[in-house]
T-cell receptor
Framework: GAGVSQSPRYKVAKRGQDVALRCDPISGHVSLFWYQQALGQGPEFLTYFQNEAQLDKSGLPSDRFFAERPEGSVSTLKIQRTQQEDSAVYLC???????????FGQGTRLTVV | GENVEQHPSTLSVQEGDSAVIKCTYSDSASNYFPWYKQELGKRPQLIIDIRSNVGEKKDQRIAVTLNKTAKHFSLHITETQPEDSAVYFCAARTYNQGGKLIFGQGTELSVKP
C-alpha cells in the first residue's frame, strides 16, 4: 500500500462495549506505534512494537487497553469496556526502524456515548 | 521522562509574513526533533526534522533551529501562504526510548490572505 492504513475511520461505541481498531503499516516497516490524540492536543504515546514484539507499553492508560501484532505486520488495538474518557483519535505510525522517520495513518476517531 | 512544551498555542499572520513556533524539551538525551503538520481531520505529516548533531536545517521556506544547551528548538516558516494554515506539532525522541515520540501541545497557525 501507499501508506499506513487504519480502519475503521470512525467508530461510535456505547459505554461498556469492546472495540478493536486495526492498523496496516507500510510494507516492510519493522516499527509500529500507537498514539492517542485527544481533541486539541498533541498525540500521546501508547505502545510500540518491533516486529511482533511489544517492547514498550508504558503509555497504555489502563489494563482495558491491549495491543497486538502477532505476525509482525497488521496490528490491533483493543479497548475493553469503553468509557467516555476513551473518546479520542487513535493514530498508528510505522517506520523502517525505530530511529527512522515515522509515517502516520489517518487515525480512527472513537466516540464513546 | 521527556516533556515537550510548545508555544504559542495559536498564531495568526498575514500572507507573506514569517511565522515562528518554539518548543522546549526536558531530557538532555533526546537527539531527534521532528515537526509535523496536521490539517483538520487528516494525518500528521512530517515537514522537517533535525538531529542533535546539527544546529540548523532548511528546506525551501521552512527551517528548524536547535539549541542543545538551552534545550529548545524552533520552526521558522517564511513567506507564509494560506495553505500553510494548519496545526503544527513539535516532538522529541530520546535515543534509548525505542523510537517513541513525545509531542508538544500543538500550534494552530492561521495565514490570512
Amino acid at each position: 500500500g501507499a501508506g499506513v492504513s487504519q480502519s475503521p475511520r470512525y467508530k461510535v461505541a456505547k459505554r461498556g462495549q469492546d472495540v478493536a481498531l486495526r492498523c496496516d503499516p507500510i510494507s516492510g516497516h519493522v516499527s509500529l506505534f500507537w498514539y492517542q490524540q485527544a481533541l486539541g492536543q498533541g498525540p500521546e504515546f501508547l505502545t510500540y512494537f518491533q516486529n511482533e514484539a511489544q517492547l514498550d507499553k508504558s503509555g497504555l492508560p489502563s489494563d482495558r487497553f491491549f495491543a497486538e501484532r502477532p505476525e509482525g505486520s497488521v496490528s490491533t488495538l483493543k479497548i475493553q469496556r469503553t468509557q467516555q474518557e476513551d473518546s479520542a483519535v487513535y493514530l498508528c505510525a510505522s517506520s523502517l526502524g525505530y530511529a527512522e522517520e515515522a509515517f502516520f495513518g489517518q487515525g480512527t476517531r472513537l466516540t464513546v456515548v | 521522562g521527556e516533556n515537550v512544551e510548545q508555544h504559542p498555542s495559536t498564531l495568526s499572520v498575514q500572507e507573506g509574513d514569517s511565522a515562528v513556533i518554539k518548543c522546549t524539551y526536558s531530557d538532555s538525551a533526546s537527539n531527534y526533533f521532528p515537526w509535523y503538520k496536521q490539517e483538520l481531520g487528516k494525518r500528521p505529516q512530517l515537514i522537517i526534522d533535525i538531529r542533535s548533531n546539527v544546529g540548523e536545517k532548511k528546506d525551501q521556506r521552512i527551517a528548524v533551529t536547535l539549541n542543545k544547551t538551552a534545550k529548545h528548538f524552533s520552526l521558522h516558516i517564511t513567506e507564509t501562504q494560506p495553505e500553510d494554515s494548519a496545526v503544527y506539532f513539535c516532538a522529541a525522541r530520546t535515543y534509548n526510548q525505542g523510537g517513541k515520540l513525545i509531542f508538544g501541545q500543538g500550534t494552530e497557525l492561521s495565514v490570512k490572505p
